[in-house]
């Protein structure tokens, strides 16, 4: 049987853009260019830049492979394998979950924003994919905490945990109130993170307080069965959520990199993904911060 399209139904290319800035692009090039240098590698179907807008297009865009490796005259294996490799060299310069928050302390910082998102996935069978399923969202996913600044920008992000995972059980998990104590940072989170404030009544002999643990956890009063909140705690209230929404504006950046809208990629790759896009997001923030003009 003939592959070849019937006559006068050849494909079409057209041209997109991206709003991304070119020293992401160049940054991404460079890591290509040096890990192929270090493969000793000949030969490959596109040079390191080429492959940088390609793996650039796919994750803020999410178009379909096949369609963009067509344009490039490769397969969709091809461009996935392209994918692949930058996100695992991007993931390597993710900074450590210590080194964040001890240059936060360094730089002043007082209260860290905490907060989780679901990232959708697939559906798929079998039991294993029932941990995927979050019962809050009524959707498959992977939970996903993320440490934000008072001003939003976001300062580090878990690894993917299951959705059925609960923003507190996970906190719990990571250990990230005692990581936060550790550096004299306080943890502010929303009425999901209720309750969190608990463990440090039950934390005994803690190294940095010398005993019992002092730790403050920032969360908004919530109102309980025939005991509404008073007027002060309402106002309370909104005073802290005028501080924290900041957090939703880290998770939209991050999210703003559309191949998160439904991950279809396997979700082994999940952890390595959001990364990646945790390093391009911060060097997209640097670069916007470069270029502002200063005061005066």
Same mark, same amino acid.
């Given at each position: 049987? %003939? ?15 991206? %709003? ?10 460079? *890591? ?14 596109? #040079? ?10 796919? *994750? ?9 490796? !067509? ?21 390597? +310069? =993710? ?35 029932? @941990? ?27 690894? =993917? ?9 996970? %906190?719990? +998990? ?11 940072? #306080? ?31 920032? #969360?908004?009063? &919530?109102?309980? @069965?025939?005991?509404?909140? %008073?007027? !002060? ?5 909104? =005073? ?7 957090? $939703?504006?880290?998770? !939209? ?6 191949? *998160?809208? &439904? ?10 993904? *959001? ?8 060097? $997209? ?12």
């Amino acid at each position: 049987m %003939s592959q070849q399209p019937a006559e006068g139904f050849e494909p079409i290319s057209y041209q997109v853009t991206l %709003s991304l800035s070119r020293p992401t692009l160049q940054m991404l090039a460079e *890591l290509i260019r040096a890990h192929r240098r270090q493969l000793r590698s000949r030969w490959r179907k596109a #040079t390191p830049a080429e492959q940088a807008l390609v793996v650039l297009a796919v *994750l803020r865009d999410d178009p379909r492979l096949a369609h963009l490796g !067509a344009g490039m005259g490769v397969s969709a294996s091809t461009v996935r394998r392209w994918v692949l490799e930058a996100v695992s060299l991007l993931a390597a +310069r =993710a900074t450590r979950l210590n080194r964040v928050l001890r240059r936060q302390a360094a730089q002043g910082g007082a209260v860290v924003l905490v907060d989780g998102t679901l990232i959708r996935t697939r559906r798929r069978t079998g039991r294993a994919n029932r @941990a995927n399923y979050n019962g809050k969202h009524k959707q498959h996913g992977l939970v996903v905490l993320a440490l934000t600044d008072e001003h939003g920008r976001l300062l580090w992000v878990s690894a =993917a945990l299951p959705g059925k995972t609960a923003d507190i059980t996970a %906190s719990r +998990r990571l250990r990230i109130r005692e990581r936060l104590h550790a550096h004299d940072l #306080t943890p502010a989170g929303d009425k999901g993170f209720h309750g969190w404030h608990k463990d440090v009544r039950t934390t005994r002999d803690c190294p940095d307080c010398e005993g019992p643990c002092e730790q403050i956890v920032l #969360t908004p009063y &919530k109102a309980e @069965a025939k005991r509404p909140l %008073s007027k !002060a705690q309402k106002q309370a209230n909104a =005073a802290f959520a005028a501080m924290r929404c900041a957090v $939703e504006g880290g998770f !939209a950046a991050l999210k703003h990199w559309h191949i *998160l809208d &439904k991950l279809r990629l396997d979700t082994r790759h999940a952890t390595t993904l *959001l990364r990646a896009l945790l390093v391009l997001t911060q060097h $997209e923030q640097s670069v916007r911060d470069a270029a502002r003009p200063g005061p005066g």
